[in-house]
């Protein structure tokens, strides 16, 4: 996760001024990691920090806050009573308007503890410098007092091929985690619900097959369309296009029958293979919010295990 940009522009837009804390540095155990942010206004809030005393008291502090930057470390266990046992060095900051304009918007870099002054220190230019050599963002860091923060923009486009049931309750799941960039297509626009997620892109197409090739090869696709007819022509279309993963809703004697129809459009069964029906876990049941839950712990999974992947080839 980085500095959500979009989210915290969408809060001063809507209060006018915004008290952002975020976790910038952790000794030992915490209950969230360093970049977890969340936003404090007079009379509310939004995401999360860990929750319990430690968000607690951040909370009242942020709304005491009139202006500035607060930098300051809390130990879990003696000063706050909580069990996680580290300590947490806290950054709140206010934002409004003219603030926001200030912003970069890919690397968010500025001193935050008392002393530091305006020349960006030499470890704080290694490290943008050794993010660029390898094609990677930093992560979140406190570095000799300046707090370097990447903006957070979604990585991992996904499409989601219905909105009957099964698809609204995949996109209420899906839709607040912060990596998937959600494109939502289906046969009409009165298929969709009046209120659709920030950060959800809804498509009316009365083919939708047609839009498969403006999707990215890297995309990840959930079909789940109100019609056996209609999630064929998407698999042949996929499988024409190219995906990361493509899944598709239905029953071993529906998987049976869309395989035999796949190799009869000219498939190879390799290539069909790359296709998983069914999707989520059987065992939790029909229920369209169990299904999501199951894609989803699905699709996180997969998205895990690729990272690791990663760690270890780098």
Known sequence: MGFDLEGLTAAVEARGRVTRVVIADIRGSSPREVGAAMLVWKDGQSGTIGGGTLEFEAAIAARKQVQGTVLGSHALGPDLGQCCGGVVTLLSEVYDASRLAALDDEIVLRPVKTGADGATPLAVKRLLANARGQGLRPQPQLVDGWMVEPVHHPEVPLWIWGAGHVGRALVDVLSPLPDFSITWVDTAAERFPSDIPKGVTSVPAVDPALLVPHAPVKAQHLVLTYSHTLDLALCHSLLGHGFAFAGLIGSATKWARFRSRLAAL?????????????????????????????????????????????????
């Open 266 to 314: 000219g498939h190879s069964a390799e290539q069909i293979s790359r296709i998983t029906c069914p999707i989520g876990d059987p065992a939790l049941g029909k229920h369209p919010q169990m299904i999501a839950v199951g894609v989803a712990a699905q699709l996180l999974r997969r998205d895990m295990a690729k990272e690791m992947k990663k760690d270890h080839s780098a």
